[in-house]
């Protein structure tokens, strides 16, 4: 099984370009996360969704837009890429907790983005 | 404020000794404390979950200790080795589904 898989793993953007970022897990996981990562930060939940054709925000929304068509992919947009969205983008998976048997977080290799 | 705190923000060992890294937390409610490790240029990797009600959990060298009540996990990695330098990221999951993570302890084994 190849876990999470996130691409592309490094680009670099205009300010005011679009881009998707695209994130594939073979482990039928219903849950699917977003975060980014900023030097001397935490983890920041950008977006997440718990199962197919759903989704929701999370602590740093703005900016992004997420969509989950299929169960193994979660799609990450950015509709117009400013300086601030500079960061190391990663996507995790996870299956539903069930009753005291909490499930761990996959998470991809990320992917590092710089918008100029 | 739900928070997470980690200490100390960096750490370097020698090869073969032992060292302990510390957690403490403001998270409410509280639903279950992670230890990850973070290699660099890697995403992080699952070491531990702990409930309130389990007070250590190990994983090979990796040992994870919980006090809820004063509300500190700790994490005790025995016998160093050079693969151990990594950043070691504490998570605490509120009941909803939500986490809060640590900054990390960035932790360099020398030989």
């Known amino acids: 099984n190849a876990g999470v898989t996130q691409t592309p793993k490094f680009r670099v953007l205009k300010t005011g370009q679009s881009m998707t970022l695209l994130c594939a897990q073979d482990?039928?996981?219903?849950?699917m996360y977003w975060y980014r990562q900023d030097p001397g930060m935490g983890l920041r939940l950008i977006h997440y969704?718990?199962?197919?054709?759903?989704?929701a925000k999370g602590e740093v929304p703005d900016g992004y837009n997420v969509s989950r068509l299929k169960k193994q992919n979660f799609l990450l947009g950015l509709e117009s890429a400013a300086p601030s969205q500079t960061s190391v983008y990663f996507c995790a998976s996870s299956f539903l907790a069930s009753g005291q048997s909490y499930q761990p977080q996959h998470f991809g290799d990320g992917t590092r983005l710089s918008i100029l | 404020k739900n928070q997470v705190e980690q200490s100390p923000q960096s750490l370097i060992i020698l090869e073969g000794k032992n060292c302990t890294l510390q957690c403490n937390y403001t998270v409410s409610p509280f639903s279950n404390l992670r230890w990850y490790k973070q290699d660099t240029g890697r995403g992080p990797v699952s070491l531990t979950i702990?409930?309130?009600?389990?007070n250590t959990k190990s994983n090979g060298r990796y040992t994870a200790t919980l006090d809820a009540d004063t509300k500190q996990s700790s994490l005790h990695i025995t016998a160093s080795q050079l693969s151990d330098s990594a950043s070691y990221i504490c998570?605490?999951?509120?009941?909803?589904?939500?986490?809060?993570f640590g900054t990390g302890t960035s932790l360099t084994v020398i030989p």
């Open positions: 998570v605490v999951s509120a009941y909803g589904n939500q986490f809060y």
């Open positions: 482990m039928n996981h219903e849950y």
């Open positions: 702990m409930t309130f009600s389990e």
């Open positions: 969704s718990v199962g197919e054709g759903t989704t």
